[in-house]
């Protein structure tokens, strides 16, 4: 019997020195992240060694004193709560849109009509919106948190919107079919058959819009009018004042501001990989 030899696997060197390219491209600023913030203000020099260097003392002082500055507890919470709803809200309104709008555009013009005028708004950036949202919201009396959620809600809908249309191309249209058959009525469909499928979808979406909501600074800067709704990214400006920066309380702060999103990736990451809905019903 001969012996069948297995060819080794040929390394990609391009795609190789491109992940490592890649990886230093993130490491490297996580890296100088961790050191400024371990450091303290006397060792930041204007030289290299002066940001790169490990720390010759590692201190935590600077992390309990950025979340006296930013008033972390009060900033992190109304950053949750308004990341928070901002998720469940588009996940709930947007697959529901995106369910009806994918099954339709199909057979329907109007609704492919409707699909494009959605996805059009990834086009409008936010400057030309800015001034019209904060006198909107002022006269509407939403320029609060809830303004915040609901301009989130609206921002992230094209996005949305296209990705769950395009994932129900994964879902066989035999299980809608096979329910229909049994009596079950649209709205039951969606939310027992539907809904569980695009689980991996849900995932995704939670996490763009998690990132996008939790670090953005210009929407609540522009629209809340008091302080007591001031998010953490908001909060994080007061480490820049006209005389410079305090990087060792900014850095600090930021990887503070990390460790949330940072926990609800990890969680989800699972959910996205996965893509459960591919090959549920054989051809």
């Not at 203000?41 to 290299?48: F, R, S």
């Not at 940001?51 to 002082?61: D, I, M, Q, T, V």
């Not at 308004?82 to 998720?87: E, K, N, R, V």
């Not at 019209?132 to 303004?147: F, I, Q, S, Y």
Request: proline share 5%.
């Amino acid at each position: 019997m001969s012996m069948i030899k297995k060819r080794p696997g040929r390394t990609n060197v391009f795609l190789t020195v491109l992940l490592f390219l890649g990886c230093i491209t993130i490491l490297f600023p996580l890296y100088m992240a961790v050191m400024i913030a371990f450091k303290s203000p006397t060792e930041m020099t204007n030289d290299i060694a002066g940001a790169l260097g490990f720390p010759s003392h590692w201190s935590f002082s600077n992390f309990s004193e950025a979340m006296k500055v930013t008033d972390f507890w009060h900033t992190l919470g109304n950053s949750l709560l308004i990341t928070g709803a901002t998720i469940v809200i588009a996940i709930l309104l947007h697959s529901m849109t995106g369910y009806a709008i994918g099954r339709s555009m199909a057979r329907k013009k109007g609704f492919r009509m409707v699909y494009y005028y959605i996805v059009s708004g990834m086009f409008v950036p936010f400057a030309i919106l800015m001034m019209p949202l904060v006198k909107e919201t002022a006269v509407l009396g939403l320029d609060n948190r809830l303004g915040v959620i609901l301009l989130y809600v609206v921002f992230y809908m094209p996005m949305n919107v296209m990705l769950y249309s395009g994932y129900l191309k994964n879902v066989p249209l035999a299980l809608e079919e096979a329910a229909d058959i049994d009596g079950a009525s649209a709205w039951k469909t969606y939310w027992t058959i539907i809904f569980p499928m695009m689980k991996p979808m849900h995932a995704t979406v939670a996490v763009l819009t998690a990132l996008g909501t939790w670090n953005d600074v210009m929407t609540p800067l522009v629209i809340l009018s008091s302080s007591k709704g001031t998010t953490l990214p908001l909060a994080q400006l007061n480490f820049q004042t006209q005389f410079g920066t305090n990087y060792n309380l900014a850095f600090a702060s930021y990887l503070l501001a990390l460790i949330p999103i940072l926990i609800f990736y990890i969680f989800c990451q699972k959910q996205i990989i996965g893509g459960i809905a591919n090959g549920a019903v054989k051809g």
